[in-house]
């Protein structure tokens, strides 16, 4: 039995702003440990001999990062595929059947942002479905409900299959349910929770959405025939996917298929959809506050606390969510952290970027982050990681100065390429040709003062890239 991850790393996670962001969002973020959420979907399999080598399915913008967060743990990826635009999850999973090759394998489809604390459950529960996955089953897996959850779809088991055990055929999917509802579904004990994670043949679910999602699979498989390398990326062609259907694969098969199956397990599985539902996977004081960073709490209970870059204190308060970052501050009611998206919503119609981007901005050969801003000028903190360089640019609207705090910069201005180190400095006229690298072994800091008309990150003119921006 040969098992290949396709783990699937969209989405934005609006529910756990403001430390999720759309250029970094949750799976790209380690929330629950040192590692990402997608360092860790993916390490949880790296010890069993049957898994092959993943296939990671993410948006353009996120493709360095991903790549990146890979090579940070020794994972070498089948392909990194680049969605061109935000399909759903039954197109992304279309096309990685369509590039997995080898027919003998099953797709084991995970999302990237997935909490799972008992590993031994979870591939217990991927080895019984394999089972039915390997008879032509779509295998979903069902988590065994601890209460009558209103936030999660659910999945009615029926019959358990013939030497299959463990597996059952899926009687109906069900939407998230009222609470009388859930409290219902608790109490018949055949009804699970939708995990959104599957395991099965390519070809079957290929064939499966070729009946009942045809334009899907048409654009799709154009997408896929188009596509082409950029770099160690696998973009699919942007006309041919822009063109499919919208939809995730409960919606496009499995709620319409005759072949679905579903595998019930207690695997320690939380979506991580909301701040309370982080809170659940951390680890709580005896008062059942979950605390990370720089904080101060007196008489304070049942709340997340969490100070990414300043000391953050709490006193005589409950139930509460306490969100700090370097630009943002989050204070909510823990029954109101649903709520959070309609805070991106309000940034989003004001025109506003806090829910897109951090002050510290990651780039492929590093990061910058903003200092300070005013009219006709901004400040930034700058890293280059050893060996990297940026882009060969040039702006029309800005100058720039640059300080070298720490490492060594190798600088090209116009016709003039020069090493600078500690405590140097150069000028960048507006209009000139230039280039920063770092051809040492540290990691370069500098600052970066620019002045000018127009500062936008927008007025650049790229005539060289290394990573194939320009």
């Known amino acids: 039995m040969k098992i290949v991850p396709v783990i699937l790393s969209g989405g ?6 403001p430390l999720s962001r759309a250029v970094l969002p949750k799976q790209l973020l380690p929330l629950v440990s040192e590692n990402t959420m997608l ?26 990062l991903v790549a990146e967060q890979l090579r940070q743990v020794g994972l070498n990826p089948a392909a990194i595929v680049l969605e061109p635009i935000a399909r759903n999850t039954a197109p992304a999973i279309a096309a990685a059947s369509l590039i997995l090759k080898d027919t003998d394998a099953l797709m084991l489809v995970l999302p990237a942002d997935h909490v799972i604390t008992d590993v031994a459950a ?19 897996f069902g988590i065994e409900p601890t209460h009558p959850e209103t936030g999660y779809g659910y999945i009615q088991s029926g019959d358990g299959l013939e030497a299959a055990e463990g597996c059952y055929t899926v009687a109906r999917f069900v939407e998230k349910p ?3 509802t859930a409290q219902q579904y608790l109490d018949a004990g055949n009804f699970y929770w939708n995990s959104g994670m599957f395991l099965f043949k390519p070809a079957i679910f290929l064939a499966e959405l070729k009946q009942h999602a045809p334009a899907m699979l048409d654009a799709v498989t154009m997408a896929v025939a188009n596509s082409y390398k950029d770099l160690d990326f696998v973009r699919l062609h942007e006309a041919s996917f822009a063109k499919s259907p919208s939809d995730s694969i409960d919606y496009a098969v499995m709620e319409k298929t005759q072949l679905a199956a579903v595998v019930p397990a207690n695997m320690g599985w939380n979506d991580v959809g909301s701040w309370t539902a982080l809170k659940e996977v951390q680890p709580n004081d ?18 997340l606390v969490r100070a990414e870059h300043r000391f953050v204190a709490a006193v005589g308060v409950e139930d509460l969510v306490i969100v700090e970052t370097g630009d943002a501050i989050l204070v909510a009611h823990r029954d109101c952290a649903q709520d959070v998206k309609n805070i991106v919503d309000h940034l989003k119609a004001s025109g506003r970027t806090e829910h897109q981007v951090h002050p510290r901005v990651y780039r492929p050969w590093g990061w910058y982050e903003g200092i300070d801003v005013g009219e006709r000028f901004q400040v930034k903190r700058i890293m280059v990681k050893p060996g990297e360089k940026l882009s060969l640019q040039m702006h029309h609207h800005r100058a720039e100065h640059w300080v070298v705090v720490s490492g060594s910069a190798m600088i090209t201005v116009d016709d003039v390429t020069k090493l600078y180190t500690e405590n140097e400095s150069t000028y960048i006229p507006i209009g000139s040709t230039h280039r920063l690298e770092n051809p040492g072994k540290l990691p370069l800091h500098l600052i970066e003062v620019q002045s000018g008309s127009y500062l936008g990150e927008d007025d650049i003119v790229r005539f060289e890239d290394t990573y194939g921006r320009n």
């Open 178 to 180: 009222d609470a009388e």
């Open 12 to 17: 934005s996670g609006t529910r756990l702003w």
């Open 286 to 303: 005896e008062s059942g506050n979950a605390i990370r960073g720089d904080v101060y709490l007196r008489n304070v209970k049942n709340t």
């Open 39 to 64: 360092q860790e979907t993916l390490l949880r399999l790296a010890s069993w001999a049957e898994i092959e080598s993943p296939i990671v399915v993410c948006g353009n913008d996120h493709r360095f």
């Open 122 to 140: 979870f591939e217990a529960a991927v080895r019984r479905a394999s089972v039915a996955a390997s008879m032509g089953k779509l295998t979903t």
